[in-house]
T-cell receptor, first 111, second 115 residues
Framework: RKEVEQDPGPFNVPEGATVAFNCTYSNSASQSFFWYRQDCRKEPKLLMSVYSSGNEDGRFTAQLNRASQYISLLIRDSKLSDSATYLCVVNNQGGADGLTFGKGTHLIIQP | SAVISQKPSRDICQRGTSLTIQCQVDSQVTMMFWYRQQPGQSLTLIATANQGSEATYESGFVIDKFPISRPNLTFSTLTVSNMSPEDSSIYLC????????????FGPGTRLTVT
């Protein structure tokens, strides 16, 4: 299974700041892309899917660059509750093969 | 999204024994998956649980060690057999949502410690 790579952090960011995470994936045939959030000792929860045209959900913006095999997540006006591990996730074959997870980027929002 | 429950939520087991983990979904789903998350690591796919046929295992995982059942479209079990301390991990089931982008939703996980 091909890898998904992320900067593990931690990213220490003051409340209200903007923070960006990046992720690269090695399988050019990858079809679906997601960002998941995982809180300590909890299961991963879907934050958002990532589409080729880029997509936004409130304070969160995701971008996909297929040519560079690069995915990004931007969080604006960060809140204390945004502190978590953010997992970059790739589905390689339309669902039949499950998901490949990056190791996650740890974000700490400081008051 | 589907509501997914797992039992047990946690267990402490002796080496050499086996533990069966149950995953229940509140709606019928085609695809169910089992993952493992070892301490400090991300999730690794163990297998895809297929209804009515044998599970499909990822490289490094075998049926003798991790037998899986999928008797219907709402339920699956994963057994961790002949456990060793290296099997200490969180085991999670997930289901695929057939909406946009084939999203997956996860159960709360089973925290297993093998002594």
């Amino acid at each position: 299974r091909k890898e998904v790579e992320q900067d593990p952090g931690p990213f220490n960011v003051p409340e209200g700041a903007t923070v960006a995470f990046n992720c690269t994936y090695s399988n050019s045939a990858s079809q679906s892309f997601f960002w998941y959030r995982q809180d300590c000792r909890k299961e991963p929860k879907l934050l958002m899917s990532v589409y080729s045209s880029g997509n936004e959900d409130g304070r969160f913006t995701a971008q996909l660059n297929r040519a560079s095999q690069y995915i990004s997540l931007l969080i604006r006006d960060s809140k204390l509750s945004d502190s978590a591990t953010y997992l970059c996730v790739v589905n390689n074959q339309g669902g039949a093969d499950g998901l490949t997870f990056g190791k996650g980027t740890h974000l700490i929002i400081q008051p | 999204s589907a509501v997914i429950s797992q039992k047990p939520s946690r267990d402490i087991c002796q080496r050499g024994t086996s533990l069966t983990i149950q995953c229940q979904v509140d709606s019928q789903v085609t695809m169910m998956f089992w993952y493992r998350q070892q301490p400090g690591q991300s999730l690794t796919l163990i297998a895809t649980a297929n209804q009515g046929s044998e599970a499909t295992y990822e490289s490094g995982f075998v049926i003798d060690k991790f037998p899986i059942s999928r008797p219907n479209l709402t339920f699956s079990t994963l057994t961790v057999s002949n456990m060793s301390p290296e099997d200490s991990s969180i085991y999670l089931c997930s289901v695929e949502h057939s909406g946009q982008g084939l999203q997956q939703y996860f159960g709360p996980g089973t925290r297993l410690t093998v002594t």
